[in-house]
């Protein structure tokens, strides 16, 4: 019950239970949905122990917690009270923002945070998982049909094989249907009766062979389609055969549109965005991956990286690898580490500070950079241009040799180092990423260093 007290005084200082809507967390925030922005005190809210920074957004206010914000976010809910569909709203929304292009981006990427980000450890285990057997088949004279590697195998399936499950169970979940009738369409879709299997139709009406298996926007297509499907059944089936007749209802009608229709153009708009993404970092990865690397950190500080997520799973299931998103997160997040790192080495009558900035540091090269970017960086954002040379020397490596993630999830850095590891068991790509991962770090910390020496 570490978070208990500032639970309490977050909850104060956002209104009180009856100002919130909607309450989630992502990897290192903790996501208060508001009614009233009137009533939250944004600047009480900074000064709390514990809470490394906020993040303001258009109708919800994100508490940076870091790490541990799952701890964080379960304490919230036994201090407040708080639960979904229950807790009476007693203060009036507000009237909406002017809803300009950055409002409708920020709603996409909080979505997609919601959709993705509860999947995430499931991928990260089962990407590693996958790295370790193969370096285990390899490199240790593991059998490939022993035992040992079979286990390993169907950890890494169970992780990825059933992802049209998993979203289909978050994303349900995000439009406040019934969770398990998300879950219950991916099951669908990933059966052995359905995914790839030929020679299907539905009342005369032939099936597209399609493999769903590992695949993302079939689903989410689906589930997108079901909700107004439910919408309309809420509306129109008495309630005294609603709890039995809609989900029926709802399936007989989604799942005969989602395999005909919505799931082979879902499978075809994922092969043109995994390949348009392969030839776009074929012919220009050396100009882009430095720029994408550089504005990465900025990207997060707006939750921007949430909503281009779906792109490297996509990656993932279509092309076998993501040439994008965890590059250019890795690349970003080793370089806040760097840069923190310089921080810290130069601070000298305070040992404490120090210290608490060399952890942030070594926590962004584990991958997770709120703490050390809001607590070390962008109150001297001169330092920031030391971080922008090492990613953009890092970015220049990593594009011109063409470095490849093959598991998408999780925050990148050197704790998900063996997810460069292809699945063959090959390290040409994870040596690769070993010196990108030195120039990143060397490079920021130097570039700041000297940049802290004639600052500071």
């Known amino acids: 019950m570490k978070y208990v007290e500032m639970s309490k005084q977050v909850l104060e200082h956002v209104g009180g239970i009856e100002n919130l809507n909607h309450v989630e967390h992502c990897a290192t925030r903790l996501r208060l949905h508001y009614n009233s922005k009137k009533l939250v005190n944004e600047e009480a809210l900074k ?19 870091g790490p ?24 009036s929304p507000e009237e909406p923002e002017e809803k300009k292009a950055m ?42 049909d022993s035992g040992t590697a079979v286990i390993l195998t169907s950890i890494f399936s169970a992780a990825f094989t059933f992802l049209p499950v998993y979203i289909g169970f978050t994303m349900a979940k995000r439009l406040k249907m019934e969770p ?8 669908l879709l990933v059966s052995s009766n359905i995914s790839g299997a030929a020679g299907l139709s539905f009342l005369g009406i032939g099936i597209p062979v399609v493999e769903y298996t590992g695949s993302v926007l079939p689903i989410m297509l689906g589930i997108g389609f079901m909700y107004f499907v439910d919408k309309l059944f809420q509306k129109y089936i008495p309630e005294t055969v609603r709890y039995f ?17 919505l799931g082979p153009i879902g499978t075809i708009l ?3 965005v995994g390949v348009g993404i392969t030839n776009l970092m074929n012919a220009i990865g050396g100009i882009a991956m430095p720029i994408f690397a550089v504005v990465y950190p900025y990207m997060v500080m707006l939750g921007l990286d949430k909503a281009i997520m779906p792109i490297g799973f996509n990656s993932v299931a279509t092309i076998g690898y ?17 840069s923190a790192l310089a921080v810290a080495t130069t601070i000298r009558n305070d040992k404490s500070k120090k210290g608490m900035i060399a952890s942030f540091g070594i926590t962004a090269l584990c991958g997770v950079t709120e703490p050390a970017f809001y607590g070390s960086l962008i109150m001297r954002p001169r330092v920031l241009i030391g971080t922008a040379i090492g990613a953009a020397s890092a970015g220049l490596v990593a594009g011109i040799f063409g470095l490849k993630s093959y598991v998408m999830g999780g925050c990148p850095g050197l704790l998900t180092a063996l997810f460069f590891v292809d699945k063959d068991g090959g390290l040409g790509n994870f040596f690769l990423a070993a010196i990108v ?20």
């Open 322 to 338: 993501d040439p994008a998103i965890m590059v250019m997160g890795f690349i970003s997040n080793l370089c806040i580490g760097g």
């Open 103 to 144: 409002y409708y981006v920020n709603k996409f990427g909080n979505f997609m945070a919601a959709v993705f980000m509860p999947i995430v450890p499931a991928l990260i285990t089962g990407g590693m998982i996958l790295a370790f057997k193969n370096l285990l088949v390899n490199y240790f004279g593991v059998a490939m």
């Open 180 to 187: 398990i009738m998300g879950a219950f369409l991916g099951g």
């Open 270 to 272: 994922s092969t043109y």
């Open 245 to 261: 007749l809609k989900p029926l209802c709802t399936m007989i009608v989604v799942v005969p549109v989602t395999l005909i229709i």
């Open 47 to 65: 000064g709390i122990e514990n809470v490394l920074g906020i993040v303001s957004k258009a109708g919800q206010v994100q508490i940076i917690i």
């Open 437 to 456: 991962s030195v120039v990143a770090v060397a490079v920021s910390f130097v570039s700041c260093k000297i940049i802290l020496s004639k600052t500071e």
């Open 68 to 91: 541990n914000v799952n701890e964080a976010y379960n304490d919230f809910l036994d201090a407040s009270g708080w639960k979904e569909g229950v807790t009476s709203e007693t203060v």
